[in-house]
């Protein structure tokens, strides 16, 4: 799916396989979309579907023996699978940057937080240790956390899991990046903190003008943070369009599912079961044929079983991966 900005990102057809014992573990099937300079993309789906892969197949960041292709996988007009890693590890933490999912595990429990944040610095940029110590101390209190020079001496299990993930903020914003790939950010916070990080996230993007990669499961969040949005199931995009598009006429059957599993104030009565998704996700291991979803979904008919349904486009900016048309989604739905 394209957006009408200026493409930064362009991704198209992204694989990423992991052999196994039992076979190659299919984590990303064939993806594609592009983020423009200053947009935000929603990366969401439930746990296991391929968007921590997808970052880190951007980043270069998989395990050793993880497979990557793709017809093309270019930012800012440099394609990504052609470079060799010291050439990516120019380009990681200064002109693309990555937010991690647990700020206790991805900062280093030996250094100070001063250590860490001047060091992305002093790798992409030529300046002394007192510009990086400035520049540190001034992302700090741009993320909110007070009395920042004296912060610079602490260690990571002397902040809390919030003042930890504005680090974290902070860390990533170091060289001024185009691009910054936020994956679920507020997980490990309670919903305070987590509302506090998003506005602070949103702020951030727009004073900087940076494009974002949001990777959540949590639709509500995608709704007030993200230009646009791409619904992710089995290491595919099953669906894509704007926010408005995806929320005001969802059309896959599975963001059909999602969106009934959310209740709505003032509109859900109380009491009233939500719904749900039947059945599970299938093995992403060995050869699979047909459409992923057809064993969890309502509308399953023969050819489901054999065949890829592709996306439909049902306008510039949405398209949905099923084998029914439009008009018969409807009928049915």
Not at 52 to 65: D, H, R
Not at 235 to 253: S, W
Request: proline share 5%.
């Amino acid at each position: 799916m394209n957006s009408f900005m200026s493409p930064l990102l362009e991704v198209e057809n992204l694989q990423v396989d992991i052999p196994i014992p039992v076979g190659d573990l299919h984590a990303v099937r064939g993806i594609s979309f592009t983020v423009g300079k200053g947009e935000t993309l929603g990366l969401v789906g439930e746990s296991g579907c391929g968007k921590s892969m997808t970052a880190l197949a951007l980043m270069n960041l998989l395990p050793n023996t993880a497979r990557r292709r793709g017809t093309r996988l270019a930012f800012g007009g440099k394609d990504l699978i052609a470079l060799r890693e010291r050439e990516m590890a120019d380009i990681r933490g200064d002109r693309m940057s990555m937010i991690f999912q647990e700020p206790m595990t991805s900062l280093n429990p030996s250094y100070t937080i001063g250590n860490q944040l001047m060091e992305v610095m002093l790798r992409h940029r030529r300046v002394s240790r007192s510009e990086a110590r400035n520049r540190a101390v001034f992302l700090l209190e741009k993320v909110g956390i007070s009395a920042a020079k004296s912060r610079l001496g602490q260690y990571p299990h002397q902040l809390s899991g919030g003042l930890r993930q504005r680090v974290m903020i902070a860390m990533a914003l170091m060289c001024d990046p185009e691009l910054i790939i936020a994956d679920e950010p507020t997980t490990a916070l309670d919903v305070t903190i987590q509302a506090q990080i998003l506005h602070l996230l949103r702020g951030l993007q727009r004073e900087f003008r940076m494009a974002m990669i949001l990777i959540t499961h949590d639709l509500g969040i995608v709704a007030r943070v993200t230009d646009r949005v791409a619904v992710m199931y089995a290491g595919q995009i099953v669906e894509a369009g704007t926010v408005r598009d995806v929320f005001t006429q969802p059309l896959h059957p599975y963001t059909h599912g999602l969106l009934d599993c959310i209740p709505i104030p003032g509109k859900t009565p109380r009491g009233e079961l939500l719904g749900s998704i039947p059945g599970l996700v299938p093995t992403p291991v060995g050869v699979l044929l047909g459409c992923t979803f057809r064993n969890r979904c309502s509308f399953t008919f023969q050819d489901c079983a054999v065949q890829d349904p592709g996306m439909r486009l049902v306008s510039e900016t949405h398209g949905y991966r099923c084998l029914l048309e439009l008009e018969k989604l409807a009928k049915r739905a």
